[in-house]
C-alpha cells in the first residue's frame, strides 16, 4: 500500500498526500476532510489496480502530444500522411489544441463530432477525423499519460457510400475508343483499369519490365501518388505485390503499345504523358478522362475509380469466383472481396437456389416413391 496522510492546514483546508509509483509526494488540498479522503482513496485504487496515471503526464497539452505523434505516421504513404496532417490541422487542433490531455474525455469527442458533420464535413471525412483523434490519444495510452482513449469505439452516424457504378464489355470498348481518339495509348490504360482492375496509381506505376507479355502478365509492385503538386513512387496499397493475368486481346495491345511507345529500358514507365513525364491523375482527368465520358456517353458521374468496380463485374460475370476476384484485385482476404462485391455474385446464388430446388424435388419424388411402396405392401399383407 502506498505512503499517504490527510492533514489540516492553518487555513482550515485539508491536504490530502500520497506517493505516487513514481516515488514522489502527489497532493491536493480540499474545503472538507470528506473530500480529501475520497480523493485520497480513489488515487489509492488506481495505484492498486495499476491504473494510476502521473497527474503531471494528465497535464500535457493536447498539441504537444500531436507533435510527438507526427513523427509516428512518417512511414505512412505520402497521401495518407497529408490527409491526415490536413485533418489534424484543420479539423482536430482547433478543438483539442490548447487542452490538456486530461480534459479531452468522451463527451467531449462526441460533441466534436457532432460538431463537424454538423458544418458540413462528410460522414467519411468525420470518420477520417475521428481516426487521427483517437490515434493520438492512444499514443497518450501507450506513453502512460492517459489510461484509456476516450475516442477508442466511438461511432459516426450517417453517410451513405456512394453509388458503385460499373460497365459491361461494350462500354468499355466505347469508352476505350474515345479515349484514344483524345491521346493514343488512353485507351489502351482504359482497359488496363477495367480488365485489370488495378487501381490507378497502380496504373501509372507499371513499368516494361514488369511486363511478361509471352505469358501474358503485369507484376504490380509500385503505385505512384500525387501529393500537393509532387509525385511519390511507393508501394502498393496493401504494401504487397501481385501478379494479374491478361485476357489475349490485352496482352497483344499491350505489345503493341510497348513496340511503338515506351523506350527499350526496364525501368522505362509504361503509361506517360506526351513529354514522357509520369501521368498525374489531375491532368489525364481533365484533358483526357472527362472528354472521353461525355463524347462516348458515359453514365454521369463515372470516376476513374469505377473501372475498378468494372473489372470486378466483368470477372464474375466470366464465371470467376471470390478468390479469383480477391487475387485479382489484390484484396488482403476474399472477406474484404466479398464486403465490397457481394452484390455481383447474385447470379451464383440464383444457381445454389436453382440447385435446391432439384434437390427438394428429387427428394419429393424419393419419397412419394417409398410411400407408396409401403402403401402397396400394406395392401397387400
Request: glycine share 8%; aromatic share 6%; net charge positive.
Amino acid at each position: 500500500m502506498a505512503r499517504s496522510t490527510i492533514d489540516r492546514r492553518d487555513n482550515g483546508r485539508y491536504r490530502a498526500r500520497y506517493v505516487g509509483l513514481d516515488k514522489r509526494w502527489k497532493s491536493k488540498t480540499f474545503d472538507r476532510k470528506i473530500d480529501a479522503e475520497r480523493w485520497l482513496r480513489h488515487q489509492l485504487s488506481t495505484i492498486d489496480r495499476g491504473e494510476w496515471i502521473d497527474p503531471a503526464l494528465r497535464r500535457t497539452q493536447f498539441d504537444e502530444l500531436a507533435d510527438r505523434w507526427r513523427s509516428t505516421i512518417a512511414g505512412l504513404r505520402p497521401k495518407t500522411r497529408a490527409n491526415y496532417e490536413s485533418l489534424l490541422r484543420c479539423q482536430v487542433l482547433p478543438r483539442f489544441g490548447g487542452l490538456e490531455l486530461a480534459q479531452i474525455n468522451r463527451v467531449a469527442a462526441r460533441e466534436w463530432l457532432a460538431g463537424l458533420q454538423a458544418n458540413g464535413l462528410s460522414a467519411s471525412r468525420t470518420r477520417q477525423a475521428r481516426q487521427v483523434l483517437s490515434s493520438i490519444l492512444e499514443l497518450a495510452v501507450d506513453g502512460g499519460y492517459l489510461a484509456a482513449n476516450p475516442a477508442r469505439g466511438l461511432k459516426v452516424q450517417g453517410g451513405q457510400e456512394r453509388e458503385m457504378l460499373h460497365l459491361d464489355a461494350a462500354q468499355v470498348r466505347g469508352l476505350f475508343d474515345a479515349a484514344e481518339e483524345r491521346r493514343p495509348g488512353s485507351g489502351l490504360l482504359v482497359q488496363v483499369l477495367a480488365y485489370g482492375g488495378v487501381r490507378w496509381g497502380e496504373a501509372v506505376a507499371i513499368r516494361r519490365g514488369r511486363c511478361d507479355l509471352l505469358r501474358s502478365t503485369l507484376m504490380i509492385r509500385e503505385s505512384l501518388s500525387e501529393v500537393r503538386g509532387h509525385l511519390y513512387f511507393g508501394p502498393t496499397k496493401t504494401r504487397e505485390g501481385r501478379v494479374i493475368v491478361l485476357p489475349k486481346f490485352l496482352s497483344d495491345g499491350l505489345a503493341a503499345h510497348l513496340a511503338e511507345h515506351v523506350p527499350a529500358e526496364p525501368d522505362a514507365l509504361v503509361f506517360t504523358s506526351p513529354k514522357g513525364e509520369p501521368l498525374r491523375i489531375s491532368n489525364w482527368r481533365r484533358r483526357v478522362w472527362r472528354p472521353a465520358c461525355e463524347l462516348a456517353g458515359m453514365p454521369g458521374g463515372l470516376r476513374i475509380h469505377d473501372l475498378r468496380h468494372t473489372a470486378a463485374s466483368l470477372l464474375v460475370s466470366a464465371g470467376a469466383n471470390v478468390k479469383v476476384v480477391q487475387r485479382h484485385l489484390g484484396h488482403s482476404t476474399a472477406t474484404q472481396t466479398l464486403d465490397r462485391y457481394a452484390h455481383l455474385f447474385t447470379e451464383d446464388l440464383e444457381a445454389v437456389a436453382d440447385r435446391l430446388d432439384q434437390v427438394w424435388a428429387a427428394g419429393n419424388e424419393s419419397y412419394s416413391r417409398a410411400a407408396n411402396e409401403i402403401r402397396v405392401v400394406e395392401l397387400g399383407s
